[in-house]
């Protein structure tokens, strides 16, 4: 299985201001995913990162709040712009080896962010 | 729409037995079981597909009633390392890949 690394694992950053998470992963995946999740809640899909193209956003999430890039098939970031409290939470990055729909996902570790 | 995952929390005593259940009011292709322990990534359990084929990597049962669109995640004997907080993620008919989670269920495991 594919082995995820996320940086930063944890920051605290003033509103206002923007993050970048990155997702680096040890081979090459086929598709990769963002997901938000709230202290004690369920996984939130913000988008598919689409390699060379634009991510495919979820309802009530924007390009603009959160822009995705994936230069190649084994890294990607997530960016928290403009950031209020209510961006606090976990970002998850997610990765699928093959577009197979009865194979599983993996997870990285997580970016816990705590605005201020 | 969120699938809907009952009990929202469960105490066991090691040694003893529980269901975890996800319902969907839409068509399924298929229920991915994970479990989060606290502060770390979901791991992977299980994947349940139409027709009944199960793929997972652990000793933990399942089952996919297609025609309710419901899954049960079944814990025997439980041991301590059960403790977590287990999801469901389901993956419509009509879309691509794309997992929609269930709200979760807290397990903790007792000695």
């Known amino acids: 299985s594919a082995v995820i690394s996320q940086k930063p694992s944890r920051d605290i950053c003033q509103r206002g201001t923007s993050l970048t998470i990155q997702c680096q992963v040890d081979s090459q995946v086929t598709m990769m995913f963002w997901y938000r999740q709230q202290p004690g809640q369920s996984l939130t899909l913000i988008a598919t990162a689409n390699q060379g193209s634009e991510a495919t956003y979820e309802s009530g999430f924007v390009i603009d709040k959160f822009p995705i890039s994936r230069p190649n098939l084994t890294f990607s970031t997530l960016t928290v712009s403009n950031m209020s409290p209510e961006d606090s939470s976990i970002y998850l990055c997610?990765?699928?080896?093959?577009?197979?729909?009865?194979?599983?996902?993996?997870f990285g570790q997580g970016t816990r962010l705590t605005v201020v | 729409q969120q699938p809907v995952q009952s009990p929202q929390a469960v105490i066991l005593r090691e040694g003893e037995d529980a269901v975890i259940n996800c319902s969907s009011s839409k068509a399924l292709y298929s229920v991915h079981w994970y479990r989060q322990k606290h502060g770390e990534a979901p791991v992977f359990l299980m994947i349940l597909l139409k027709g009944g084929e199960q793929k997972g990597h652990e000793k933990i049962s399942a089952s996919f009633n297609e025609k309710k669109q419901q899954s049960s995640l079944y814990l025997t004997a439980s041991q301590l390392s059960y403790s977590g907080t287990y999801f469901c993620?389901?993956?419509?008919?009509?879309?691509?890949?794309?997992?929609?989670f269930g709200s979760g269920t807290r397990l903790l495991v007792r000695p």
């Open positions: 997610s990765v699928k080896e093959d577009r197979d729909r009865d194979t599983e996902a993996f």
């Open positions: 993620g389901t993956l419509r008919m009509d879309s691509s890949y794309k997992l929609i």
